[in-house]
């Protein structure tokens, strides 16, 4: 079974009585509260070429861009890990790294368990609360224009780098403008920025009518969106905003930057859809944010009139 239809079976299963929204969205919401929850395992979210500290901020900070999509203020953690003997040792920069990440975000670590495991694995779920309404994925029109918070595509880049050389450290013999490029990607994936102030400014604004956070892939979430929604999306592909010099250093690398862009995972950036233009919203924002094409009423996602399929990530594709 795929990851959607192990979901789809999951909420034949167990049907929402007392949630606003549950099984389906970025977070489940009730009353007032919104909860997610996230693992990091190890050798399938992250191998030890990876610092601690990153980890641990990281485990953090892909349940923090959940509660953003939704629209949350972030309240409250609880941490459950499964801690091998490798890390016995070094636990305190990664509890650090975590603890500090926490206070930055303002969010209270109030619990969890603890437990010998083979590899590391990291399942934190957090909570938030909504001021005015959560966001959803479901509400998107025909006619909304379809935005991307920041250029896209580096996570992948990284990803593909990091997988390559076994390190988050460039080749020291690769040209400069190659080892910066390569040293930002990296750092993309492994310290993802969850757009948290965005999300809470968004849920503000009447005129945003749906949101998804991109942790599959630019193509498999705007899908997830559109079923949401019940509605297609017509997208343009020079309007995307790529990740600064991902077209020329990227590309001298041996990254495919097309299937960077519109399938890599891990981006944390929001995607979201209002009727409102590009300037009059990143003007009510206070930031630039990105039109990269509008919601349309037939069926299906289209790039340049073409077909775009969802090819992000799987945990259980077939290999």
Request: glycine residues 10%; contains cysteine; aromatic residues 6%.
């Amino acid at each position: 079974m795929t990851e959607k239809e192990i979901i789809e079976r999951i909420r034949e299963l167990f049907p929402q009585r007392a949630a606003t929204v549950g099984i389906g969205d970025d977070a489940a919401v009730v009353g007032e509260q919104v909860i997610t929850t996230d693992m990091l395992i190890e050798d399938v979210d992250f191998t030890r070429a990876v610092p601690v500290e990153s980890i641990g901020r990281k485990s953090l900070a892909v349940n923090l861009s959940d509660l953003a999509a939704m629209g949350a203020i972030p309240a409250y953690a609880v941490v459950a890990l499964g801690i091998p003997e490798w890390l016995m040792n070094g636990i305190d920069p990664f509890l650090r790294a975590l603890a500090d990440y926490a206070r930055q975000y303002d969010i209270d670590l109030i619990g969890g368990d603890l437990s010998r495991a083979e590899k590391l694995i990291i399942a934190i779920t957090a909570t938030g609360w909504v001021e005015s309404r959560p966001l959803l994925r479901s509400g998107a029109h025909p006619g909304d224009r379809l935005y991307v918070s920041r250029p896209l595509g580096a996570a992948a880049a990284g990803l593909e780098l990091l997988t390559r050389w076994k390190s988050i450290e460039p080749p020291s013999d690769l040209p400069y403008a190659q080892r910066e490029f390569a040293a930002s990607a990296i750092r993309r994936l492994i310290e993802p920025e969850p757009e948290v102030k965005l999300g809470i400014a968004l849920a503000d604004l009447v005129q945003i009518t749906s949101c998804i956070d991109i942790s599959d892939g630019l193509s498999t979430d705007l899908h997830h969106l559109c079923d949401a929604s019940g509605t297609g999306a017509e997208i343009e592909r020079q309007r995307i905003p790529v990740f600064p010099d991902l077209l020329g250093s990227g590309t001298a690398l041996g990254i495919d930057a097309r299937a960077a862009v519109l399938h890599g995972g891990e981006e944390y950036a929001l995607l979201f859809t209002s009727a409102m233009r590009e300037s009059e919203l990143s003007t009510r924002l206070g930031r630039p944010v990105y039109a990269i094409g509008k919601m349309a009423s037939e069926k299906g996602v289209r790039i340049d009139g073409q077909a775009l399929e969802p090819g992000g990530f799987d945990h259980f594709a077939v290999k």
